[in-house]
């Protein structure tokens, strides 16, 4: 097999999963036998070539029966029972581990009764969770550091298992090979439950390609930390994106985005969530041409809740805000904490340095601070204590007449504190401190670089489309989790939507864009913000939240912003210059909508038309291993924020799309205070 070209070989099985048409092919056993077909007459591979492009389509194949449950069994020469695969006998294959059991051993129980109990439920001979020997493990190197942990590339002398060998029993080895090592922290004190959940998230890793795959554990010696051992690839979505920015076709764009939508299917397909999805852990092989997941279930340090919960409940008689409500307030918020990192807290004034004066914001003075311990970062199990960050900068916003709050008031604030912490795409509040010279008390927040407004100010002439429409994406996201959660924003514009490092939007003054003893019925912001039907009295609701940002007109008028105030509506006599009939036919004459669709649920169900996936009223699912089968026109847009978006903006799935902008339309002014 020396003379096989393993490029055209993946090459021509790429074109024959892309050929399918899944009106005829509706199960993954006629696929197979499609692509089996198309590669016995592509022109393009020898014969030998062609009969490893089959088998590797079987290999895939076998393991979707073993899989789904599906497909004719056999009697296996060798164990007699009846199986599912043909290239190999999955309980050969499993009985041949089970049998290997005595011979190795990690040190800990849990994490040999985890790799015990994935190998006893193994697919396939090529995607077996093992426990692999530190001294298999040779030319280790620091690469970066992770979000929580330190990653490392090796090479792995004996490499992964590659197939089965029939004649001989036994499992064939593939070779020295790249791979990753991910660091773990306190594997040592993690809970049964997290053990189990590892299970499922390396289960999940070798069912489906969409997740990188992991090979096993490893332990370092000498610090006796355990690392995962991972499939190496070659570059992250951000990094891919950086290098590729103006290369990328629409098509492509697209295509990425609907494998990462297919990846997170058969994640929560799998009753599994990955908590930590982002650029970073999206990443792209070369080799296979794919972009997989990695990081899933081991994304965070680990922590049991309740002990973090019970540690914050143990130290309530250590601090006093000296305000009952406001204490209530931050007792209530972490008593609910989710994470170590994300605790709301009350914040010594004397722990703050280096605080100046900034600007002034719609309702109060915001200031620059260091904030010399820093948020809370991570639980230390071993310790069962929490841990600071360390110094940090942050942002103080001054907060009008608390004290003259009502109790609504405080449980709107609770509510949002706990969107801030639950949705990265809200600015981060780590707490509320009190200055002691003017009795004011103050939001200690996440340091930003800019708002929207400045942004767009420095950025005027050199944003293109693709830009603007990104950062627009990312408000309607942001939007989506706020109403999610049964919340209105009201007082969205550029100057809260704020620019942190890394190209990342978010969305700030979340619950506090108005003056405390307001009441929340009040019409408080920039006046061309509010929605017209607010300034008529009618209150706010999830409509007037998303009012400025679909109205297309603003997108290309060169207007200034107005400065924030109190508008008082309350007296003024109503029109009487035109009936209801004529006022409600002039606004149907505008090109604008005040009709807003407030049906934004159907964003947090996943999809379940995608292409490349079959209804769970089908005998028999698709094979999940054919993710370059996306067919665009078929996808279902789910979000109705995004499917108003990308009508008004008429934005296609044609590469020509974009390359028939002049580049007098990609340069087009954004007004400074307006996108």
Request: glycine letters at 4%.
């Amino acid at each position: 097999m020396s003379n096989i070209r393993r490029e055209l070989i993946e090459a021509a099985l790429s074109r024959a999963f892309i050929s399918i048409d899944y009106n005829i092919y509706d199960d993954f056993h006629k696929q197979n036998e499609f692509c089996e077909q198309f590669i016995l007459v592509d022109d393009s591979l020898t014969e030998e070539e062609k009969s490893e492009a089959i088998r590797l389509n079987n290999q895939d194949y076998d393991k979707d029966k073993i899989l789904f449950n599906s497909g004719t069994r056999r009697i296996c020469e060798n164990c007699n029972q009846k199986c599912l695969a043909t290239l190999y006998c999955e309980y050969c294959v499993r009985n041949y581990l089970k049998a290997n059991f005595p011979n190795w051993t990690s040190g800990n129980n849990d994490i040999d009764n985890l790799i015990k109990n994935c190998q006893s439920e193994t697919l396939a001979p090529y995607v077996i969770i093992e426990w692999i020997p530190y001294s298999n493990l040779q030319n280790i190197e620091y690469l970066t550091r992770g979000g929580f942990s330190e990653i490392y590339t090796a090479k792995w002398i004996d490499g992964r298992y590659k197939e089965w060998d029939s004649k001989r029993q036994q499992l064939i080895r593939y070779g020295t090979h790249y791979v990753i090592l991910k660091e773990l922290k306190n594997v040592e004190n993690a809970s049964q439950s997290w053990f189990e959940e590892a299970k499922s998230h390396s289960t999940i890793s070798n069912k489906y390609p969409h997740v990188v795959q992991c090979f096993g554990l490893t332990q370092n010696p000498l610090n006796r930390n355990y690392l995962l051992v991972m499939r190496g690839m070659d570059v992250n979505l951000r990094e891919y994106l950086q290098q590729n920015h103006n290369q990328l076709t629409w098509n492509e764009r697209i295509n990425i985005t609907f494998l990462i939508i297919e990846a997170l299917y058969y994640i929560h397909e799998e009753n599994s969530i990955h908590r930590d999805l982002h650029s970073g852990n999206i990443l792209y092989s070369q080799f296979i041409d794919i972009w997989q997941i990695s990081d899933l279930g081991f994304c965070a340090t680990l922590y049991c809740e309740y002990c973090v919960r019970n540690y914050l409940k143990a130290n309530f008689s250590n601090w006093t805000s000296g305000n009952n409500n406001i204490d209530n307030l931050i007792k209530n918020c972490q008593l609910e904490t989710i994470m170590p990192d994300q605790i709301i807290e009350w914040i010594p004034y004397n722990n703050l340095q280096n605080i100046k004066y900034l600007t002034k914001g719609g309702f109060s003075n915001i200031y620059t601070a260091s904030w010399i311990d820093g948020g809370y970062k991570e639980w230390d199990s071993k310790e069962q204590q929490l841990i600071r960050f360390g110094a940090q900068n942050v942002i103080l916003k001054e907060l009008e007449n608390v004290e003259n709050a009502s109790q609504s008031w405080f449980e709107e604030v609770k509510s949002h504190f706990t969107i801030c912490n639950k949705h990265t795409i809200i600015v981060e509040c780590y707490g509320i401190t009190q200055n002691p010279s003017n009795g004011n008390y103050m939001l200690v927040m996440n340091k930003y670089d800019m708002n929207l407004r400045e942004y767009l100010q420095q950025n005027h002439n050199r944003l293109t489309w693709k830009e603007r429409i990104n950062i627009t994406f990312l408000i309607i996201d942001a939007l989506y989790y706020i109403h999610e959660e049964n919340s209105i924003h009201r007082d969205l514009h550029s100057g809260n939507i704020i620019y942190l490092q890394n190209d990342n939007w978010s969305i700030s003054d979340l619950g506090f864009c108005g003056p405390a003893d307001k009441p929340s019925t009040s019409i408080y912001g920039n006046l061309p913000y509010i929605a017209p039907e607010v300034i008529n009295g009618k209150g706010y609701t999830f409509k007037s939240d998303i009012y400025t940002k679909v109205d297309k007109e603003k997108i290309n008028m060169n207007s200034k912003s107005f400065t924030s105030k109190i508008h008082n509506f309350e007296n003024l006599p109503k029109p009487k210059n035109a009936t209801e009939e004529e006022q409600k036919a002039f606004y149907i004459s505008r090109s604008y909508d005040f009709s807003i669709s407030i049906n934004t649920s159907n964003l947090s169900k996943s999809s379940k038309q995608y292409t490349s996936i079959s209804s769970k009223d089908n005998d028999s699912k698709e094979s999940p291993r054919l993710s370059k089968r996306l067919k665009i026109e078929n996808v279902d847009v789910q979000n109705d924020y995004e499917r108003e978006f990308m009508r008004r903006s008429n934005i296609g799935t044609n590469d020509e799309a974009q390359n028939s902008l002049h580049s007098e339309q990609d340069k087009s002014e954004i007004p400074d205070d307006e996108f």
